[in-house]
């Protein structure tokens, strides 16, 4: 069985900075992408950040020049570094990845960490 568990989260002013870090662990036999979405209350989940295993990246235009997301295959683990936070990027962030299990490429997703910019 294959977990996903975010850590990082948290209250932060407004400029502040935050870096979330989710840990992909279990019966993994490969991970094609990883990534990060967030929930803002009232809205639909959205595509924050993801990153290919061939290193290609991509960004939610609001984010761009502000977040920044990396990854440790070693560790199975992805970051999202955010700074200039700013208070619409308050949501429930919700980490992502393509992977192989034991059976079949899945979607996985872990259980979402809150971030809340103060203004």
């Known amino acids: 069985q294959v977990q996903l568990v975010e850590s990082g989260g948290g209250l932060v002013q407004a400029g502040g900075s935050l870096r979330l870090s989710c840990a992909a662990s279990?019966?993994?036999?490969?991970?094609?992408?990883m990534g990060w979405y967030r929930q803002a209350p009232g809205k639909q989940r959205e595509l924050v950040a993801r990153?290919?295993?061939?290193?290609?990246?991509d960004y939610e235009d609001s984010v761009k020049g502000r977040f920044t997301i990396s990854r440790d295959n070693a560790k199975n683990t992805v970051y999202l570094q955010m700074i200039s936070l700013i208070p619409e990027d308050t949501a429930v962030y919700y980490c992502?990845?393509?992977?192989?299990?034991?059976?079949?490429?899945?979607?996985?997703w872990g259980q979402g960490t809150l971030v809340t910019v103060s203004s």
């Open positions: 992502y990845a393509y992977l192989h299990d034991s059976r079949a490429w899945v979607d996985a």
């Open positions: 279990g019966s993994i036999f490969g991970i094609i992408a």
């Open positions: 990153l290919s295993s061939s290193g290609s990246t």
